[in-house]
């Protein structure tokens, strides 16, 4: 484990609500409700407070715990603080977080986005070692009024908050929506100047792929059902793909690490990077997706180091960010 966590890292997909840690959770269940709220032995959260193993439902639960607990602007800012200082010690040296404008009874959608923003910015003082940019995210469930709203104000913001949003996201429960419906909002953010990072092949929806392939997209998230034809063109436009292997495996879309599709795209020489995903909801950190990686597939350390160096191209930093970035690792690697 040693390994993995010195190693500086790249992470390019990551939730805000879903990587809130056990401890964060707790801390933010005491600002909002106090210390002395009763629970059931039963109660997730119970669990969480005294470190009990959760099951996998009561893991899902966290993205409600977790909307529930950043309502509010402060509780936000504390959310968002947490996120980066976890990544940031586990030696995340660049971290393109993701999370969905939304307006909560205490805080409107505008509000919203701007606290994050604010926290961002305010951490290249507090924590230079990590480089931090955001993603807004469209929530299909949300429907295409939200989706519009949101590309408006990443749009206004952008003014405000020069170069800390790199690109959209489109993520959320995909059943019951269309990707067509959506395409006139990231349109937008896309010439706006936004690159596209989107869950694309989640499911197996063999013409979503294809339409959303017609579209065009810098990264595709996941990617587990991406087959046949779709691969091809994957291949040929290397296009990158964002492997969650734990979220993946959790949420049961693939049935075990050993037959996870990274390994595949990875010997094909298809620009493939790991993610965590949702580290607080999957529990888990990108050191120790890196090692599931290594340790099931066999791959070198210095494998695991140049995985990261290619991963430096596929983030959506700029040139002198990603010449840093270059740098860190090449130090890295003579120093071993
Ligand atoms: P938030 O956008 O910061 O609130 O992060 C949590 C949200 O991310 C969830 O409500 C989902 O919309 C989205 N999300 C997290 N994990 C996944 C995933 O694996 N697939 C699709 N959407 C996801
Ligand atoms: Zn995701």
Redesign the pocket.
């Known amino acids: 484990m040693d390994f993995y966590r010195k190693l500086p890292k790249i992470e390019l997909h990551a939730?805000?609500?879903?990587s809130l840690s056990n401890a964060t959770l707790a801390e933010l269940r005491e600002h909002k409700y106090g210390k002395e709220v009763q629970l059931g032995t039963n109660d997730g959260f119970y669990k969480i407070l005294n470190g009990e193993t959760l099951s996998l439902e009561e893991c899902f639960k966290k993205?409600h715990y977790a909307?529930d607990l950043t309502d509010r602007r402060e509780a936000l800012e504390l959310a968002t603080q947490r996120v980066i200082e976890d990544f940031a010690r586990d030696n995340v040296i660049y971290l393109e977080l993701?999370?969905?404008p939304k307006s909560t009874a205490h805080m409107p959608k505008r509000e919203y986005l701007s606290t994050v923003l604010d926290v961002i910015r305010k951490s290249s003082e507090l924590h230079p070692e990590i480089v931090v940019k955001l993603l807004p995210?469209i929530?299909r469930s949300k429907g295409i009024v939200e989706a519009e709203e949101s590309v408006g104000l990443a749009i206004e913001l952008d003014a405000l908050y020069p170069g800390l949003m790199v690109g959209f996201d489109l993520?959320?429960n995909p059943f019951g929506t269309k990707f067509a419906d959506f395409v006139p909002a990231l349109q937008r953010a896309r010439s706006h100047g936004f690159r596209m990072a989107l869950?694309c092949g989640?499911f197996d929806d063999v013409q979503e792929v294809k339409e959303m392939f017609d579209f065009g997209m810098d990264r595709i998230g996941h990617g587990t059902f991406i087959e046949g034809e779709n691969l091809e063109f994957a291949k040929k436009s290397r296009i990158p793909f964002e492997c969650c292997p734990t979220?993946n495996v959790k949420?049961k879309t693939v049935p075990s690490y050993e037959e996870h599709h990274f390994y595949k795209l990875l010997k094909m020489k298809q620009p493939v990077c790991v993610c965590t995903?949702?580290f607080g909801v999957f529990e888990t950190s990108l050191s120790q997706e890196l090692e599931i990686c290594a340790k099931t597939f066999n791959l070198s350390d210095d494998e695991m180091i140049e995985l990261q160096q290619n991963t430096i191209e596929y983030t959506f930093a700029n040139d002198q960010e990603k010449h840093k970035l270059r740098e860190t690792l090449r130090k890295f690697k003579e120093s071993r």
Request: with cysteine; charged share 25%; hydrophobic share 10%.
């Open positions: 939730h805000l609500n879903g993205f909307h993701r999370t969905t995210s929530d993520s959320g869950h989640e979220s949420c995903d949702d």
